[in-house]
């Protein structure tokens, strides 16, 4: 590839090798953001390709090519590898990685070869997800919940799964112990907490959940490959335990990954807004606290995900009330961001629509999360195709559209070539409507009933299905546009400034693609990050 | 929006909702405008210079108070329309519901047994919920409740009052492996009378329903995969299955035809994926030798073996 | 960059806060012939929060490390207590 | 800032040689700042099989008195001894090396290392009499017991047994600390590897504190 913008850009040196092994062995925290970014798109290809084959079954009512032991594993992969390949790392190790250090001006992470490693575990983990697809009795049929004591019974690969998981927890606690200690350490001199942009912000409240949720979630897992293989009864009424004991710590965990997978999101939104309003961000301390709100409150919620399990009625409610209260800092962080346009001089560039979408999805989600949070209408909806409308609406409505943001916000910057604006618009588009069409309807015919994970379903859903079926083809033929748009923009776009949008955090004042080094000199920080004139 | 709604926690439910979809709609559409305006209002042709406009304490401060309120409210009916489910009043009728892989059964308390619940019209239900396998839940759409039936756990319950006559889906909403969207069965609302008569009929079993070898296998769920009446399921039919000949694939993918005896249906239950009869998926089955004692299983051979009376 | 601040804590410290771990380590022996109905493993637990108190401070130098460092020890001691405590929302409720 | 000018080759050459040494300034505290972190990890590693216990003990309070006699009590003190002496070794090294005293913190590096060795061979024994008696995961007696006294065992075959592992790998960390001390890698002006190893120690004796109590002394 031709970067002739800057001589010494990271795409041109990375170590003392040359060509593919540079990158491999890189320990540039740019190279291993890029390296991760290209893994993480693959696999939201299978996963979604994956997703794209339920869809057809479920166009229509009963069989049409799959059988319904393969639509459970397929649902199962599509779960694990978006949750657990694709999202939870998704942002913060992709962008986190790319431009973390630079925003807070450091030449690297605290740990860049721990940095390095941690791609690697990644990597063996996603191999790990693989292998779980072919060997032996077939790929894992228990959802990617892996609910005991099914999980401890079912014929098939479960502890490949199970183990997948758990080196991607590694490698994401390792991430996140990378990112706190750099905040901690390495800002640039003047930079104080409150002269810090928002991403960072995000990414460091982000850490601080994926150190410490992370870890229940490991020896959940090891638990309950202790009990498959040796017959060391936690879970299973057979062996003595308990299933809602399960469902307990696997939740402690998956409540917070949720905010994992949105907070990062959140930053580059946080991002985004200012830059293309010309507005300094409103609200920045609440934006900031709130961030850390979200991941202090959004420990303590997790039984919200087991209602119907068979708790006790206290830790019903006692859970209801702490998940409204998770909403709150949500809504102040919208909030500010619509009141950051307010009076500004809005550019609508692409960035900017999907930073829109992104909103109008996540509140949509957000708010939908509301009745799944209330008890009364949880008890109704839980379990339904409504629920997967929720998490579909926030993790891609709202997590998916901010990677496609930031991916177009620092597109320039990565490359130091520009796209094709009027095509990323027209991709914005086609996305959001087929967003739209193919999971709208599944609050309908979740609110009449049609169970989740359901393979064949009962006539009166169909209209709703066959309509979102659609929906995922329109979504598709849009994914389709953005990659070849940007694939080729990559490699033939016109070479741009060094700071296009007019952003004024640090990583828009270096050239583009960065050097090696990122800054010459360590920059003297005087001034918070959106000080617009 | 909601479909039917047939018992006395459809009010509380069905009202829960649109007090938070109207507020969550109102914020939607109204933040939404806002957005748009701002997008066509402040766009840089016609607002070329940002207005740097002053953070003010009191606004921040406004929408962390309106939120809190609005939620705190929100969460208040959600907890007051749930309340009730949990407080069966005196007198109930009392059901047992049991769940395996992949049937409901319901237990009256005079020991009648069904397979479709049936209720009288206007009358508080409790029924006990039990799990022979793993985690199921017992869901009635159009009487919005639901619970899952968990095994090993004790006291567990649901009750509901039925408000309108007919017959009402039940489905299994927890994800329980390959028959989970098959996991079905219905409640039929029935006025008092009909019922009276109703649970007072027991069907007379057939005397090989009365072996204890078929006792075992509907209490270890085979029946969930294996049909009696030659329909196919997950797993071949056992009707007039002893004696005749199946064509299994062996584990190094050999095509073999053999004759059903005891030997073999006791090795298609020790060790299933030996031998997989052909047209079926293997690994569905799980082995059974930690679960079934030699004598039951001497038991199911000896059930099989009975030819059917009619 | 500073590079932490460097303590020398001498070795007879470190044989008294041995010997106070010893001596707790005995009483928590001692009682556990006694049985106090409900509260048997709430001394337990305080014996051995004291103890691992003692090691934090003295062991891990967190007395004489940076604030922070006592900090992020708090958040963590607090998270997991609250966790317990809203699990047993559930367990003590059944 | 500024745009940067082309570079020419030269300028080339050093930024490639600085970027290969760049990332390896030093930074103590932020070292040590990461192995407080990773030692949160394994708070709550160990936080989470602490849950299960709580829960199945308050349900099962009885089995799990009836089940705990059948555990040594005297190994268990010998082994709570043994990890305190072993902690106060590994902090008293970090003194040793401050003050310059080489051959000392090899000493009691030395010291603690053997400590670790002799706490796996009592657990051996332990667990070694247990299997004896048919008491391990999956065996015949197991499944006869009741299901608070399983649960009993197998938390603590599961809880000892993680444990155990975490000594192994603490002892692997000291001996490599012990190695650079040797080798002067690691010496009174630059010792945060010997600190970080220690902390790794202590907390495997944090664990410890903990476990002691709720498995050996249940009475
Ligand atoms: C990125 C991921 C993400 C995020 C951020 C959220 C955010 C929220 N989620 Fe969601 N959730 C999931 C991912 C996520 N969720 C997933 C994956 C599942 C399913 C797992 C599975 O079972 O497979 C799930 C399931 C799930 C359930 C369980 C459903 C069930 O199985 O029964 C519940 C129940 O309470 C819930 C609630 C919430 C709430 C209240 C929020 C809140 O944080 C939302 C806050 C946001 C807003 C409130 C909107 C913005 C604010 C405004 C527009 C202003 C106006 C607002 C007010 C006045 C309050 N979620
Ligand atoms: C990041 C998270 C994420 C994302 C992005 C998606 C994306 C999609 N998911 Fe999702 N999904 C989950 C996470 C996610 N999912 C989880 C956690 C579950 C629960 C699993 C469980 O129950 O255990 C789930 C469950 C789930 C179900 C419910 C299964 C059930 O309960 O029975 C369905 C069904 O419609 C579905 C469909 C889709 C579709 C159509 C997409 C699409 O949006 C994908 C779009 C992407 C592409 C299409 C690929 C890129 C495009 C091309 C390469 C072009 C060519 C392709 C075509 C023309 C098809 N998913
Ligand atoms: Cu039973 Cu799903
Ligand atoms: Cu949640």
């Known amino acids: 590839m031709e970067y002739s913008a800057i001589e010494n850009s990271y795409f041109k040196i990375g170590n003392k090798h040359k060509g593919l092994l540079g990158w491999l062995t890189s320990t540039d925290h740019k190279r291993i953001g890029l390296m991760y970014m290209y893994a993480i798109i693959s696999f939201f290809f299978i996963g979604g390709i994956l997703g794209g084959v339920m869809r057809t079954e479920l166009a229509r009512p009963g069989q049409d090519f799959l059988s319904a032991q393969t639509y459970n594993a397929v649902f199962t992969v599509h779960g694990v590898i978006m949750i657990f390949l694709v999202v939870i790392p998704g942002l913060a190790a992709v962008f986190g990685n790319l431009f973390m250090p630079i925003m807070i001006g ?312 520009m796209y094709n604006h009027k095509m990323a618009n027209w991709s914005c588009v086609i996305i959001f409507i087929g967003f739209t069409t193919l999971y709208f309807p599944l609050f309908i015919i979740g609110l009449q009933g049609m169970p989740r994970r359901y393979f064949d379903y009962l006539p009166q859903f169909q209209t709703g299905h066959f309509i979102s079926t659609i929906g995922a083809f329109i979504l598709g033929l849009g994914f389709l546009l953005i990659f070849i748009n940007l694939v080729r923009s990559a490699k033939k776009g016109k070479i741009t400034t060094s700071n296009p949008w007019g952003g004024l955090t640090l990583e828009w004042q270096i050239p583009s693609p960065p050097t090696v080094e990122n800054f010459e000199e360590i920059p003297v920080i005087t001034e918070g990050p959106y000080e617009y004139k | 929006m909601f479909g039917t ?167 299994c909403a927890e994800y329980c492996g390959v028959r989970h969207s098959y996991m079905m069965s219905s409640v039929e609302v029935i006025p008092e009378a009909e019922y009276n008569s109703w649970i007072t009929q027991i069907k007379k079993k057939s005397m090989k329903e009365e072996m204890k070898g078929f006792e075992i296998l509907k209490n270890n769920a085979c029946t969930g995969c294996h049909s009696t009446d030659g329909s196919k399921l997950v797993g071949p039919t056992f009707k007039e299955m002893f004696g005749s000949d199946v064509t299994v694939i062996t584990e190094d993918g050999k095509e073999q035809t053999v004759k059903i005896d005891e030997e073999y249906i006791k090795n298609s239950i020790l060790t299933p994926d030996k031998q997989v009869v052909k047209g079926f998926n293997k690994g569905l089955m799980r082995p059974y030798n930690e679960i079934l004692k030699d004598e039951d299983i001497k038991e199911i051979i000896e059930y099989f073996k009975t030819p059917d009376e009619d | 960059m500073s590079n932490g601040k460097h303590h020398i804590t001498d070795y007879k410290t470190y044989a008294w806060v041995l010997v106070i771990l010893l001596f707790f380590t005995a009483l928590t022996v001692f009682v556990s012939w006694f049985d106090f109905k409900a509260l048997t493993i709430a001394v337990a637990l305080i014996i051995a929060s004291i103890k691992v108190t003692i090691v934090l401070t003295y062991f891990m130098h967190l007395k004489y490390d940076y604030l922070v460092f006592r900090l992020m020890v708090s958040m963590v001691f607090l998270l997991i207590a609250l966790v317990f405590v809203i699990t047993f929302f559930d367990y003590l409720f059944r | 800032m500024r745009q940067q000018p082309k570079t020419s080759n030269q300028k080339l050459e050093t930024i490639m040689n600085h970027s290969i040494t760049h990332t390896e300034h030093r930074d103590d505290l932020g070292a040590k700042m990461g192995m407080w972190l990773f030692i949160f990890t394994e708070l709550l590693l160990f936080g989470g099989l602490f849950i299960v216990y709580a829960v199945y003990r308050s349900q099962y309070p009885d089995d799990f008195q009836i089940a705990a006699t059948q555990l040594n009590t005297f190994i268990g003190t010998l082994n709570t001894i043994i990890l305190l002496v072993s902690s106060m070794t590994v902090a008293m090294s970090i003194t040793a090396l401050q003050k310059g005293n080489k051959k000392l913190t090899i000493y009691l590096l030395g010291i603690t290392i053997l400590f670790a060795i002799i706490f796996l061979v009592n657990k051996y024994f332990e667990w070694g009499a247990k299997f004896h008696h048919h008491l391990y995961p999956g065996s015949e007696l197991m499944l006869t017991l009741k299901r608070g006294e399983l649960l009993f065992f197998s938390l603590y075959y599961f809880m000892t047994g993680l444990h155990a592992l975490h000594i192994v790998v603490g002892m692997v960390i000291l001996i490599v600390v012990l190695l650079k001390v040797k080798s002067g890698k690691i010496n009174n002006t630059d010792f945060v590897l010997l600190e970080n190893g220690g902390l790794y120690w202590h907390l495997v004796d944090l664990i410890w504190i903990f476990l002691f109590p709720l498995l050996y002394l249940i009475t």
């Open chain 1, 106 to 417: 450091a030449r690297d992470v605290s740990f860049p070869k721990l940095n390095l490693f941690s791609f690697y575990i990644y990597m063996l983990g996603a191999v790990l997800a693989v292998i779980s697809l072919f060997i032996g009795k077939g790929a894992p049929d228990t959802g990617w919940t892996f609910y005991a004591p099914y999980s401890t019974q079912s014929g098939t690969n479960v502890i490949a799964a199970v183990l997948a998981a758990f080196v991607l927890g590694f490698s994401s606690i390792l991430t996140g112990l990378n990112f706190i200690v750099t905040i901690h350490r390495l800002r640039a001199p003047g930079m104080t907490w409150f002269k810090m942009p928002l991403f960072p912000w995000s990414l460091y409240a982000t850490a601080w959940i994926q150190l410490l949720a992370t870890p229940i979630v490991g020896i959940t897992l090891l638990m309950l490959v202790a009990e498959r293989l040796f017959k060391i009864g936690f879970f299973d009424p057979n062996l003595g335990g308990d299933p809602i004991l399960f469902q307990h710590l696997f939740w402690i965990y998956s409540h917070p990954a949720v905010y994992v997978m949105i907070l990062p999101a959140m930053g580059v939104i946080t991002e985004i807004i200012p830059t293309f309003a010309k507005r300094k961000v409103y609200g920045y301390k609440a934006i900031a606290l709130s961030s850390v709100a979200i991941a202090a409150v959004g420990y303590l919620v997790w039984g919200h995900h087991m209602y119907t399990a068979g708790m006790s009625g206290t830790a019903r409610w006692v859970f209801s009330f702490l998940t409204f209260i998770v909403a709150v800092p949500s809504a102040i962080k919208v909030f500010n961001w619509i009141s950051t346009m307010y009076k500004g001089s809005i550019s609508l560039e692409p960035p900017f629509y999907f930073a829109m979408a992104f909103i109008f999805n996540f509140m949509i989600g957000g708010l939908t999360g509301l009745i799944l949070g209330s008890l009364a209408t949880n008890i109704h909806v839980h379990d339904t195709s409504f629920v997967v409308a929720h998490f579909h609406y926030i993790v891609f409505g709202g997590m998916g559209f901010a990677f496609l943001a930031a991916l177009h916000y620092w597109f320039p910057k990565i490359y130091g070539r």
């Open chain 2, 5 to 171: 709604g047939a018992s006395n926690f459809v009010e509380g439910v069905d009202k829960t909702f649109f007090i938070i979809i109207g507020i969550g709609a109102l914020f939607l559409i109204g933040l939404t405008m806002l957005m748009l305006i701002f997008m066509i209002k402040y766009n840089k042709k016609r607002h070329p210079i940002a207005v740097q406009v002053k953070e003010r304490m009191s606004l921040e401060l406004t929408w962390v108070i309106i939120p809190l309120i609005i939620v705190l409210l929100m969460f208040y009916y959600g907890y007051i329309a749930y309340k009730p489910m949990r407080e069966v009043p005196e007198g109930a009728l009392n059901i047992k519901a049991i769940a395996k892989m992949w049937d409901f059964s319901f237990e009256y308390e005079n020991g009648k047994e069904s397979n479709t619940l049936v209720v009288p019209f206007n009358k508080p239900i409790k029924l006990n919920l039990f799990s022979k396998d793993i985690v199921h839940s017992f869901y009635v759409p159009a009487f919005r409740i639901k619970e899952d039936m968990v095994p090993g756990l004790k006291d567990n319950f649901m009750w509901f009052i039925p408000t309108e006559l007919g017959k009402f889906d039940i489905m």
